[in-house]
């Protein structure tokens, strides 16, 4: 006999954003399009190509983790604790009256932690080579799958648990694991998501060696417009996202608030090159055609898309067609934006921050805007919600992500009818 397939709804959110510290205060940044970007405060910029980013503001990581904590955590990680504590509180979710070995973690960051690699390394050089400096913690803090651990320990969380690396598309991957794995009947709760933090002298550098980053440094606020005829490169961001996952039976057992439920996920990879989209996004397409399918949904039922809308001349023309080739004569009567015209771009944390934008978005009917449309490109001719939000009942969303490698993910979400 066939196992029935349980349903999969969000009951909790947290992020830490350029934007807002709190989901609350990310939603609010996003209804004000305002944008996070500003100049690098983080280590003295003067010599770099690009000298601003989004960098998350006033975050106060003690006030969700210990000092001593926080002394043995890279700032990725931190940014994953604060998340996961915000979105279990959000969620109103008890663990300790839960069956713990039926709860879990998946949890990633496309890069890990780069602040902590920084500063061994300048420990080893000072030293002239010699490596009595290095930190015993220096692996713990670096590796990318420690946050999910850290959060396990917090919670006693003890069913499946680690991290996925898929850059861009890291915390996506993330969340479409986490469903996967609610769907066969593994866990009853999950914690998924991603965090990232390189602000920092090698992940700018990195970047602006690549010409991937916009050099617009006399207007860092209008740096990130995706969409825009005169986009020149993404804005890097830093931050986090949570989203708390549970099957249906079990949120209302616990009379919990429900969101949105996650129905649908595509997974896809363009095999083509590492870091330029496919042709006419050939890779988007099939992913956002497996998410629909999975869901059981047709094109003319999806009335929003979060893109992954980069503000780099690749990804948001090829991101484009491929919405157009799915979507048909639909795609001119949904909404799509891209709220990394407001964040910049989170890397491997870019896809949680934006599943809960989509969350958000289906529960309070209002699409975010794409900021910064200021000259449309004319290869890009859907509506971009441009530059302010707009209210508009959203049934089903799609959020997508893109990753270097050619990695491609999204996720599809709908109102919660019962």
Not at 299 to 308: I, M, Q, T, W
Not at 364 to 369: D, K, L, V, W
Request: a negative charge; one cysteine or more.
């Amino acid at each position: 006999m066939s196992k029935t397939i349980p349903r999969i709804v969000i009951t909790g959110v947290g992020a830490v954003t350029p934007i807002g510290n709190t989901a609350e205060d990310f939603w609010n940044g996003m209804m004000q399009a305002r944008s996070g970007a500003g100049p690098i405060t983080r280590f003295d910029a003067a010599e770099f190509d690009t000298r601003f980013a989004c960098e998350v503001k006033n975050y106060e990581p003690t006030l969700h983790m210990t000092r001593k904590e926080v002394q043995r955590m890279d700032l990725f990680a931190q940014y994953a604790m604060s998340c996961a504590v915000m979105a279990v509180e959000n969620a109103g979710i008890d663990f300790a009256a839960c069956n713990q070995e039926r709860a879990g973690v998946v949890f990633g960051s496309g890069i890990g932690g780069m602040w902590t690699y920084h500063h061994q390394q300048q420990n080893l050089y000072e030293r002239n080579g010699v490596p009595d400096r290095i930190s015993p913690l220096f692996i713990p803090m670096l590796i990318s799958d420690i946050a999910a651990g850290h959060i396990a320990i917090r919670y006693g969380l003890k069913g499946p648990n680690y991290a996925t690396v898929s850059a861009c598309a890291t915390s996506s991957h993330a969340i479409a694991d986490a469903f996967m794995l609610m769907q066969r009947g593994m866990a009853d709760v999950m914690l998924a998501g991603g965090s990232e933090a390189v602000v920092c002298p090698m992940g700018i550098g990195g970047f602006n060696s690549m010409k991937a980053l916009s050099t617009r440094n006399d207007s860092p606020e209008t740096a990130s417009r995706p969409f825009d005829k005169d986009r020149d490169g993404f804005v890097m961001g830093e931050g986090g996202g949570v989203i708390v996952l549970e099957t249906l039976e079990h949120a209302l057992g616990r009379g919990a608030n429900i969101l949105a439920e996650i129905v649908g996920i595509g997974l896809t990879d363009d095999a083509y090159h590492i870091t330029q989209p496919a042709p006419g996004g050939e890779g988007a397409v099939r992913s956002m055609r497996l998410a629909l399918a999975d869901a059981g949904l047709q094109p003319e039922d999806v009335d929003y898309v979060n893109a992954h809308g980069t503000s780099t001349h690749f990804n948001d023309k090829s991101e484009s067609a491929a919405i157009r080739t799915v979507f048909g004569d639909w795609a001119d009567k949904m909404l799509v934006s891209s709220t990394k015209s407001m964040t910049g771009h989170l890397l491997g944390a870019a896809g949680a921050i934006e599943a809960i934008a989509t969350v958000l978005a289906i529960k309070n009917g209002i699409a975010p805007p794409t900021i910064n449309q200021i000259t449309p490109d004319p290869e890009c001719t859907l509506d971009y919600v441009a530059n302010a939000p707009r209210k508009h009942e959203i049934r089903a969303a799609i959020s997508n992500t893109f990753g270097f490698g050619g990695h491609n993910a999204t996720l599809c979400f709908k109102a919660f009818g019962g």
